[in-house]
Antibody, heavy 122, light 106 residues
Framework: QAQLQESGPGVVKPSQTLSLTCNVSGGSLNSENYYWSWIRQPPGKGLEWIGH???????YYNPSLKSRIIISLDMSKSQFSLKVHSVTVADTAVYFC??????????????WGQGTPVTVSS | SYELTQPPSVSVSPGQTATITCSGDILDYKYVCWYQQRAGQSPVLVIY???KRPSGIPERFSGSNSGKSATLIISGTQPVDEADYYCQVWHASARVFGTGTKVSVL
């Protein structure tokens, strides 16, 4: 069974770039059956889908964040990553990575990481 | 942007049925997923493709989708079912989450 684990800095200063990595074990990123996704949850609020990447490298982003984010894939390290540029306090959240079985828009996000908290503060 | 609306909270007695709704335009043309998120934990997929349960999810969880509303039903609710629940669909190649419903088992 695949397992996902996020890693990141914990604290980022306003206007800087947030970089997070999701390590995938027990499964392969090189599968046409899955998207690899990022989701975030501000303190006390609901879930917000950030975007995902397919094994081919194709990406899809939340329109509200599209101008500031990049998701990339490193097959050799079995990792995928998220960069959020020009962060503000509104980007403070717990960030989750997940495996998304919805390549046919039917399945769901069936494997999640434990989440990593990120605080934007000077 | 596409929006999915859920009631903020639902209260249910142990052993009773909890019903959580999710409303959105042309929802019946989309497949709905439901996630459970217990306090301090990561979300767990409990329903996909409107009414299918992933392996390991108890039979007391069921889903349906008709008209402009999708529904998650928890039959014989147990204290461990106390959690936030989120519906989710695809819209224009992007995932959209509902506003979330807190289920309290009192």
């Amino acid at each position: 069974q695949a397992q996902l684990q996020e890693s990141g800095p914990g604290v980022v200063k306003p206007s800087q770039t947030l970089s997070l990595t999701c390590n995938v074990s027990g499964g392969s990123l090189n599968s046409e059956n899955y998207y690899w996704s990022w989701i975030r949850q501000p303190p006390g609020k609901g879930l917000e889908w950030i975007g995902h990447i397919y094994y081919s490298g194709s990406t899809y982003y939340n329109p509200s964040l599209k101008s500031r984010i990049i998701i990339s894939l490193d097959m050799s390290k079995s990792q995928f990553s998220l960069k959020v540029h020009s962060v503000t306090v509104a980007d403070t959240a717990v960030y989750f990575c997940a495996r998304d079985s919805g390549y046919d828009q039917k399945g769901g996000m069936d494997v999640w990481g434990q989440g990593t908290p990120v605080t934007v503060s000077s | 942007s596409y929006e999915l609306t859920q009631p903020p909270s639902v209260s249910v007695s142990p052993g009773q049925t909890a019903t959580i709704t999710c409303s959105g335009d042309i929802l019946d043309y989309k497949y709905v997923c439901w996630y459970q998120q217990r306090a301090g934990q990561s979300p767990v997929l409990v329903i996909y493709e409107d009414d299918k349960r992933p392996s390991g999810i108890p039979e007391r969880f069921s889903g349906s989708n008709s008209g402009k509303s999708a529904t998650l039903i928890i039959s014989g609710t147990q204290p461990v079912d106390e959690a936030d629940y989120y519906c989710q669909v695809w819209h224009a190649s992007a995932r959209v989450f509902g506003t979330g419903t807190k289920v309290s088992v009192l």
